[in-house]
């Protein structure tokens, strides 16, 4: 399982001391299980200037923790320095000893958890293994359905159609014991044709909307996903282009293409969803619900 393949180390912040960086903050690091690289539907002037997941989460969570006053909080006093350490899980790269990390966090894919492909198969139950020894999770669109499917879920094309660009999610009485603060309703960026019909054993529904019923759900402790993308709302760019590609190859109705574009550079709620995860892995839920 863990560590049976040699990983990819693209660690972001230059630690001093285990578990300091120069400013003596304490850092966080984090595991990123990259789903895509992005590099292939994307040209490459513009993979060059945006980069792929890994780095969109990077620059998205280095601009929240840069902006102390959106995530203080009694758990987190300080705002964290943050490690990021990519591993392409389709290459079959995973972390040769999780325990090095404060959490993993799985990324966005144009593939389907339900394609059958071995790196996907792999995935499963890697995520599986996490679930058995408490590693805090994240999962953003395909993490997020990907740790539903691992864990007794089930994942299926979304009977409601697909959600691209700028949609609302609607926070559940659960969301509003876990959340802090919690919202009435957040803004993000989507990019999905599948969806999570089946909630897996332990995991509460925290928001909901009209086209996809489980918008983010969480587990005790232990996982915490958000169907949207924070990530893409820090650079629109990335979702533009990839609107495009799913126009160039039918993956998506016209008409919704041609919303998804009208509506890239409305404001959303990414911020806060970074919060969130921020508060997760810092332990700050540990005690709702």
Same mark, same amino acid.
């Given at each position: ?15 001093v001391e ?15 299980? %990259? ?5 292939? +539907? ?15 989460? %990077?620059?998205?969570?280095?601009h929240v !923790? *840069?902006?102390?006053? @959106? ?27 999780? #325990? $090095?990390?404060?959490? =993993? ?5 144009? *593939? ?13 139950? $890697? ?9 805090? @999770? ?9 740790? #539903?499917?691992?864990?007794?879920? +089930? ?8 959600? !691209?660009?700028?949609?609302? #999610? ?5 969301? $509003?014991?876990?959340?802090?603060p919690s ?24 928001? *909901? ?9 969480? /587990? ?8 949207? +993308? ?7 760019? =990335?979702?533009?282009?990839?609107? $495009?590609?799913?126009?160039? /190859?039918?993956? =998506?109705? %016209?008409?919704?293409?041609? &919303?998804?574009? %009208? @509506? ?5 709620? &990414?911020?806060? =969803? ?6 997760? &892995?810092?332990?700050?839920?540990? /005690?709702?619900?």
């Open positions: 399982m863990w560590g049976s393949m040699a990983r990819e180390e693209r660690d972001l912040v230059l630690e285990e578990g300091e960086d120069e400013m003596g903050r304490r850092v966080m690091k984090l595991a990123v299980l %990259e789903c895509e690289r992005l590099q292939e +539907h994307l040209a490459p002037a513009v993979f060059h200037r945006t980069g792929g997941y890994l780095q969109l989460l %990077e620059n998205a969570f280095t !923790v *840069s902006h102390a006053s @959106t995530i203080l909080h009694p758990q987190i006093n300080v705002p964290p320095s943050l490690s990021f350490t990519g591993f392409d899980v389709k290459a079959g790269e995973y972390p040769k000893d999780v #325990a $090095e990390f404060d959490g =993993v966090l799985i990324t966005g894919s144009l *593939s389907g958890v339900y394609d059958g492909d071995a790196w996907i198969h792999r995935l499963l139950n $890697e995520i599986r293994e996490l679930d058995k020894r408490r590693v805090k @999770t994240v999962g953003i669109s395909f993490g997020h359905q990907a740790i #539903a499917q691992a864990l007794g879920g +089930h994942v299926a094309r979304n009977p409601k159609g697909s959600e !691209v660009s700028v949609r609302r #999610a609607w926070v559940t009485k659960a969301g $509003e014991q876990v959340f802090l919202l009435k309703e957040f803004r993000l960026h989507y990019h999905h044709n599948d969806a999570i019909l089946k909630l897996p054993p332990d995991f509460v529904n925290l928001a *909901s909307n009209n086209v996809t019923e489980f918008q983010s759900i969480y /587990k005790r402790q232990q996982f915490l996903t958000f169907c949207g +993308h924070p990530d893409y709302s820090h650079n629109i760019e =990335v979702l533009e282009k990839l609107l $495009e590609y799913d126009r160039e /190859k039918l993956w =998506v109705p %016209e008409q919704l293409v041609e &919303y998804g574009l %009208e @509506t890239l550079s409305q404001p959303t709620d &990414y911020e806060w =969803v970074i919060k969130q995860i921020l508060l997760f &892995y810092s332990g700050a839920f540990d /005690k709702s619900l």
